[in-house]
Structure formats: structure tokens, C-alpha cells
């Protein structure tokens, strides 16, 4: 093998200015055996480039968890089908114009409406939610994170306004996810659903939970390709955090620095794309948010959901989804922001081409 090329400031470097590296490559960087020093260095690098896009502006999206009902029975999500100990829910089309109403007040210009696979929630019925919202509020954006849906509806939610779409793909790895999901669910038919996405014009998020059961390193490094290929515009990486109702209940939660290691490859990777300090990084750790945001995030995703319902949206154990995680912890969040020299911004906060 030759070392040279595999020192970690060259490849640095090297990512910084062609955007990729090799699958080997990736593997080194995301090793255990990179030193402080070169951790360091990535780091930098990584908020050095977010700095020149997007100064120390950080973007605010409003959060609305419009139904924790799904279909499907993911092996590591508390939303899972078979938790039975969920009082499940489903917004109304009212109740969620009343959350972007607060969240507009408050200055949110990005709606993310998330939610589990719900067969009773029609696409008519997001048709006319998108478009509800996309009347009332013409000068914010309409993030859907509504799982897999045919081309045909992904196409309808699009004309109706939605202009970003959110569906990590969990893992590219075939083997890996079919360990992660029941056999009713395809890793190809999530992949047709964001080729479309892509297609159909949306900004488009992808992403991996990092130290889900069996991901291996070399597993990363495959999602890193993957993503090279598809070139989303947001990308949201958080950990792995067990869930004590799923089959993963037992499992460790995925490690902090790797994950703020991955934020940084993926910006230098992805440049102008929106990625946040997702509030499982925030769960994982005190500092994580903080910490994201310093190793390459430019958002964060404040819960702008109906305060009775927050605790049935349960993804995994102790989900923060009050405090400065809240809509109503804003003026909290820009304080403790401002103590590391980050500042709110309420643009739309677009992908950037550069
Ligand atoms: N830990 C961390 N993230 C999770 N998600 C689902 N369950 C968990 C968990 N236990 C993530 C998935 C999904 C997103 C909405 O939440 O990656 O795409």
C-alpha cells in the first residue's frame, strides 16, 4: 500500500478540492485511528468553507410532526407499527396551518412537515395541505419528509408548492439494509423514489443514521459514494439512538465524533448543500448541537409541533423537543448560539449552487 497517499492532511486536502476520494480512502478518514490533530484540521477546514458560504449565518427550519401512524416496521424506529405503546395522531390540515402560523410569526420561512407512512393520509390530503400552506405563506419554502410515495404523487405534492424533499436513504448497502428493515421494504425503491425527487426538481436530503446495528465503516463509505452520485442538496447525519420499544432497544448509540467527523467530510463534499445539527446529535450529547453547527452544519430544526403530541413523535428515547430544540425556545437558541459566535438567520436559506 502506499502510505503516502493515504496521509490524512493530504486527503484533506485532497477531498477539499475534488470533492471525493476513493472507497479506501473514505475508510481511512473515518478510521479510529485518526489522530486529534488531524480531526482537528477537518474540522477546520470544514467550518472554514461553511463560514465562506454562508458567513456565521445559521438556518432555522420549523419542524411540524404532522402524524407518528406508519405502515412500515423499521427495525430501529419508535414509530414502528408494532410499538404499541404510541398514543398515535394525525394533525388536521387546520392544526397545521395553526403551527406555520405561530412558526411565521416567530420567523420561520421554512416548513418541514414529517411524518410516518400513514396509508390514511391520503396524497389528496397532502395536495391540500401543501397547498393550503403554499397560499397562506407564498414567501416560505415546503419541506415534505413523508417517506415513499409513487412518482406520480411525488409530482402532484410538487406542483402543489412543495419545493424540498427529505427521505434518507438509511444505508446503500443491500446486505445492511435489509438488517435494518422488515422484507416488505426495499432499498431500490427508496432509491426510485429520490432519483425521482431529483428529477421533478426538488431540493432534495438524503441521509444515515451513523452507528446503526452492524454499519460498518466501509458501509459509510459506500453511503459517501452514493451520495457523490446523487448529489443531494441537504443531507441530515445524525446517530443511531436506541429506542427501548424495537428490537434495537439493547444496541449502543452511534458516537459523537464520528458523526461530527462525517458533518465536516460532507461539507467539504457538498459545499453550498444544507446540512443540520440534528436534534439526535443534540439528544446524544449536551454540546452536539453546538458542536455540529462549529464542524460544518449551517441548520437547525426547532420543533414547531403542537406541544400535546411531541411525546407520541417518538423516534427514539429521549428526544428533545422542548428547550431550545422548540419553536418557543427561539430567543434561547439565538443566546446560546451567539456564545459561539453563530447568528440566527430567517431567509428561506436555499441550496446554494457553488
Ligand atoms: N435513532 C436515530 N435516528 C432515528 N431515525 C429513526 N429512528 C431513529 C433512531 N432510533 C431517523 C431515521 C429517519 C429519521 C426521520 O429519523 O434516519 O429517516
Redesign the pocket.
Known amino acids: 500500500m502506499n502510505t503516502l497517499a493515504l496521509n490524512i492532511f493530504e486527503l484533506i486536502d485532497r477531498l477539499e478540492g475534488s470533492r471525493s476520494l476513493e472507497h479506501s480512502e473514505f475508510v481511512r478518514l473515518l478510521s479510529d485511528d485518526i489522530s486529534p490533530d488531524e480531526a482537528l484540521y477537518l474540522q477546520h477546514r470544514a467550518r472554514f468553507i461553511t463560514d465562506r458560504i454562508f458567513g456565521r449565518n445559521v438556518r432555522i427550519r420549523g419542524l411540524i410532526e404532522i402524524t407518528n401512524v406508519c405502515r412500515n416496521d423499521?427495525l430501529?424506529?419508535?414509530?414502528r407499527k408494532s410499538n404499541s405503546s404510541l398514543r398515535r395522531y394525525t394533525l388536521t390540515v387546520g392544526e397545521i396551518l395553526s403551527c406555520c402560523r405561530l412558526g411565521y410569526e416567530a420567523g420561520f420561512r421554512t416548513f418541514v412537515l414529517?411524518g410516518g407512512e400513514n396509508p390514511g393520509l391520503t396524497a389528496d390530503r397532502i395536495v391540500e395541505t401543501v397547498s393550503a400552506i403554499h397560499k397562506e405563506f407564498a414567501d416560505c419554502a415546503i419541506t415534505l419528509?413523508l417517506g415513499e410515495w409513487s412518482d406520480n404523487d411525488l409530482e402532484l405534492f410538487r406542483e402543489a408548492g412543495a419545493a424540498r424533499y427529505?427521505?434518507?436513504h438509511?444505508t446503500i448497502n443491500s446486505a445492511h439494509y435489509s438488517r435494518l428493515h422488515p422484507s416488505e421494504m426495499s432499498r431500490d425503491n427508496r432509491l426510485r423514489c429520490l432519483w425521482t425527487l431529483k428529477r421533478l426538481g426538488y431540493q432534495t436530503g438524503t441521509?444515515?443514521?451513523v452507528g446503526?446495528p452492524f454499519q460498518t465503516v466501509s458501509n459509510i463509505a459506500e453511503d459517501l459514494l452514493f451520495m457523490k452520485e446523487l448529489q443531494p442538496e441537504m443531507i441530515?447525519i445524525?446517530?443511531?439512538?436506541?429506542?427501548s420499544a424495537?428490537p434495537?432497544a439493547g444496541y449502543n448509540?452511534?458516537n459523537l465524533d464520528l458523526t461530527l467527523r462525517l458533518i465536516s467530510i460532507l461539507r467539504l463534499m457538498f459545499p453550498g448543500a444544507n446540512i443540520p445539527a440534528?436534534t439526535?446529535l443534540h439528544t446524544l450529547h449536551p454540546q452536539g448541537r453546538d458542536r455540529g453547527l462549529l464542524a460544518g452544519a449551517n441548520v437547525v430544526m426547532p420543533n414547531l409541533s403542537p406541544t400535546g403530541i411531541r411525546k407520541q413523535y417518538s423516534?427514539?428515547?429521549n428526544k428533545k423537543s422542548f428547550g431550545a430544540e422548540s419553536a418557543e425556545g427561539l430567543a434561547k437558541l439565538a443566546s446560546q448560539l451567539e456564545k459561539i459566535n453563530l447568528f440566527i438567520t430567517t431567509e428561506r436559506g436555499d441550496y446554494k449552487n457553488v
Request: some cysteine.
Open positions: 423499521c430501529y424506529c419508535g414509530l414529517q419528509s427529505l427521505l434518507r438509511e441521509g444515515i443514521m446503526s441530515g445524525g446517530p443511531f439512538i436506541p429506542h424495537t434495537f448509540a452511534g440534528t439526535a423516534l427514539y428515547d
